[in-house]
């Protein structure tokens, strides 16, 4: 677990700087197939024209304006907050198997997304960011509380052991709201898989801001990350006030994940497969991590969201599902990886 | 002979187990075969029936006359529910005997109790069927495997309510013919979707509401006519276009709290400005029904589909739609 901790001084700039482009073009790739393909074939010409010359009689350019467009937008920001929240949780807990859904964040906002609307009938797209922001908030406080309750304090260790303790007791209180009022819970049932499919677009205008401002803080912060990984007696020797850094770092991973779960419910896996893939090239310099993870997650969601809306059709999987399937096998290889 | 307190305690269990039973011992029983496809020896006439299943079992049951000991029961925000009791048969908990057995799985006490002498279930309850069948003889009457109300004939069979099931399908059968008289033999397309989990979906008979619509000699368009089998397909938003036809209907599910305008707002993030892509919309012909009465397995709710569908064609200039 300690393999992280400490950075890798050897990540050279022109390499760390010659992938940003790479990753860019990738993206842009990535982002030009998902509103390519889908259940209905459109000719390339008929994508061009309908981003550049839209006609909103012209069913075909509504498809791409109006559906895959707002939905690849969407897998961006989702793709990049998530993963940049677990680059950014994995530096500050130095704990490679930190991410927004193990340690419990992830759970805390489905949580309170659940009870506000199935319990509290509170169902307008103007709370739902912010009921699910104090969802993410109290279960990290309670997982953070509840490691440092541990002999030994708030170790990696005792930090996923709590948060996964959390999780667990979550999902049961879920499935409890379930029980009682199985109808109104249905409506719920496959937000709660995590998918991008029919996702409301104008929630955008809610938390599209504080996810812009989240990743930009994600990114400035970055560089204290990497000697925060240090420890915390290093990076207070060397002048960081790791108190505010961490409630600073904590205010951003919560944003970052509580609006995700709110665009697309909870997705596993992203935050905590793509940093390692992006460590395998940038090392362990979060001043390259962070960023690369951003681009990496995004890139990883659209690759996954594209796959869920072609892979059986006419029928779309729903991308927490694919998302799953694709980052459990992706994690093992890591770890075993890792180990040799 | 000496009789031992322990063996005097196993004879007075097994003869309460025998007075339990006695419903089942005291009757004349026949062979019957299930939709699994198990030989069951049924009571030829009984008495005590639990149902497993609300809108496919129990509603009709009660439409044929027989109100059961024991149901399925939902939990809902105002407490338990059978989905399309209140609306279909009027006989809901609260105005009956009938006792709540829980949803799925059924809670094998709560039935034991009732001492019954018929179970009925469906593939769809998770109760597993060794338990049932201590309790009682227990028949499987799938409501997916010949189409929409087809289970009224094996219900009617195991109650012997066939009279009852005569006079429903004939009232049926007139309620058809006047959809007939209005349609008057022109080619008139339908079709009937909904929207969940932000897609489309869509079944090649959807309830009672499309049997009312295929019986009254309704055509649809080809991707729905493609559907086979009973279960629903879901199609991406982009598909939308494809279900056109001179007569839509979208379904609402009131018993989620869904309302007519969460429907449409919930096809417009399915489908952004769907309603100048649909001739059925622009034309007005775009018609929103409930969704627990158009998928019941009742004979009621196929009645008030066909007054829905007769109040929505009546009047229209049909001559022009079929050209």
Request: charged share 15%; no cysteine; net charge negative.
């Given at each position: 677990m300690s393999a992280i901790a400490a950075p890798h001084a050897g990540t050279h700039p022109v390499r760390a700087w010659s992938g940003v482009p790479v990753l860019l073009g990738v993206l842009l790739l990535a982002f030009l197939l998902h509103i390519a393909v889908g259940a209905k074939q459109l000719s390339l010409g008929t994508v061009i024209e309908a981003l550049?010359?839209?006609?909103?009689?012209?069913f075909d350019h509504v498809i791409v304006r109006n559906l895959r467009l707002p939905r690849a937008v969407l897998a961006v920001l989702v793709g990049a907050s998530l993963s940049l929240a677990g680059a950014l949780m994995q530096g500050v807990t130095r704990?490679?198997?930190?991410?927004p859904a193990l340690l419990g964040l992830t759970s805390g906002a489905a949580f309170a997304v659940v009870i506000a609307t199935s319990v509290l009938g509170l169902s307008s797209m103007v709370f739902i960011p912010w009921i699910a922001m104090l969802g993410a908030l109290g279960a990290a406080l309670i997982v953070y509380l509840i490691a440092r309750l541990v002999p030994g304090g708030a170790t990696p260790l005792s930090l996923t052991l709590s948060g996964a303790a959390i999780s667990a007791f979550l999902s049961a209180v879920i499935s409890v709201v379930h029980l009682l009022d199985q109808d109104t819970f249905e409506n719920l049932r496959v937000w709660l898989t995590g998918g991008l499919a029919g996702r409301d677009i104008t929630l955008l205008l809610y938390v599209g801001p504080p996810i812009a401002l989240a990743l930009i803080g994600g990114v400035l912060l970055a560089p204290r990350v990497t000697v925060l990984a240090m420890g915390d007696e290093v990076a207070q020797g060397l002048g960081v006030k790791t108190g505010a850094l961490k409630i600073q770092l904590l205010a951003v991973v919560v944003v970052l994940t509580a609006c995700s779960v709110a665009l697309a419910g909870p997705l596993g896996f992203i935050g905590l497969v793509i940093p390692h893939i992006v460590r395998l090239y940038v090392g362990s310099d979060y001043r390259w991590i962070v960023p690369y993870a951003a681009l990496a997650g995004a890139i990883y969601l659209l690759g996954v969201d594209t796959i869920a809306r072609i892979a059986i059709p006419p029928r779309e999987i729903s991308t927490g599902i694919i998302t799953a399937m694709i980052g459990a096998p992706l994690f093992v290889q890591l770890v075993r990886r890792r180990t040799r | 002979m000496t009789i031992l307190p322990r063996h005097a305690a196993l004879i007075a269990a097994a003869g309460i187990a025998l007075l339990l039973a006695a419903p089942v011992f005291a009757q004349e029983t026949r062979a019957y075969t299930d939709d699994a496809g198990r030989t069951v020896e049924v009571p030829v006439a009984p008495k005590r029936i639990v149902t497993?299943?609300?809108?496919?079992l129990t509603v009709p049951l009660v439409e044929l006359g027989i109100i059961p000991v024991g149901a399925f029961g939902r939990n809902g925000e105002a407490g338990p529910f059978m989905r399309g009791a209140a609306t279909l048969t009027g006989v809901t908990f609260e105005n009956s005997d009938i006792v709540n057995v829980g949803a799925?799985?059924?809670d094998i006490e709560a039935i034991a109790a009732l001492e019954p002498d018929l179970i009925i279930t469906s593939s769809f309850q998770e109760a597993p069927i060794e338990q049932l069948e201590v309790i009682a003889p227990t028949v499987f009457v799938e409501d997916n495997v010949r189409g929409e109300l087809a289970t009224f004939e094996d219900i009617a069979e195991l109650t012997n309510t066939q009279d009852k099931l005569a006079i429903l399908k004939s009232r049926y059968q007139a309620q058809i013919d006047q959809l007939k008289a209005v349609l008057g033999g022109r080619n008139i397309s339908a079709s009937i979707i909904l929207t969940q989990e932000g897609q489309i979906a869509a079944w090649h008979t959807y309830g009672v509401i499309g049997k009312v619509l295929r019986d009254a000699g309704f055509t649809f368009p080809a991707i729905i006519d493609g559907l086979e089998g009973t279960e629903r397909t879901f199609f991406s938003g982009e598909e939308l276009p494809a279900f056109d036809a001179d007569f839509m209907f979208l379904t609402y599910d009131p018993s989620r709290g869904q309302s007519p305008q969460d429907a449409i707002a919930d096809i417009e993030t399915v489908t952004p400005s769907f309603c100048q892509f649909l001739t059925a919309c622009a034309g007005e012909r775009f018609v929103l029904v409930p969704r627990e009465d158009a998928v019941a397995r009742s004979y009621t709710a196929a009645g008030m589909m066909a007054s829905a569908v007769l109040a929505a064609i009546s009047g229209r200039d049909l001559d022009a739609l079929a050209e």
């Open positions: 550049f010359n839209f006609d909103q009689t012209v704990n490679p198997l930190a991410d | 497993l299943h609300d809108s496919s799925s799985p059924a």
